[in-house]
């Protein structure tokens, strides 16, 4: 299976997320498979069978939460899913 490819920050400074500490601040953000290469959790398409099932959007791409993505890695916000969803 071939890499994602992806771009870094230095390249794009605009770019989201940058840090794990983006997805920690709008935990309610969606990301998409790009994203989690850019941030290295992921290193191949293989790598997101290993994450929760994603969201249904329309432009029918793989998207998460960042959330999901924060507790599925053990970098969870550390709060209940009641009290992440009323911080959003």
Do not use: C
């Not at 890499?3 to 230095?10: C, G, L, M, Q, V």
């Not at 770019?15 to 290295?40: E, H, M, N």
């Amino acid at each position: 299976m071939p890499n994602i490819k992806h771009r870094t920050t230095a390249e794009r400074p605009d770019i989201w997320p940058a840090s794990l500490d983006d997805l920690r601040r709008q935990p309610g953000r969606l990301v998409f498979l790009p994203d989690l290469a850019r941030l290295r959790i992921i290193r191949s398409y293989d790598g997101a069978k290993k994450l929760p099932p994603p969201l249904y959007v329309p432009s029918e791409k793989k998207a998460w939460e960042a959330r999901t993505i924060l507790n599925a890695i053990g970098a969870g916000l550390g709060l209940t899913d009641d009290a992440a969803r009323s911080e959003t």
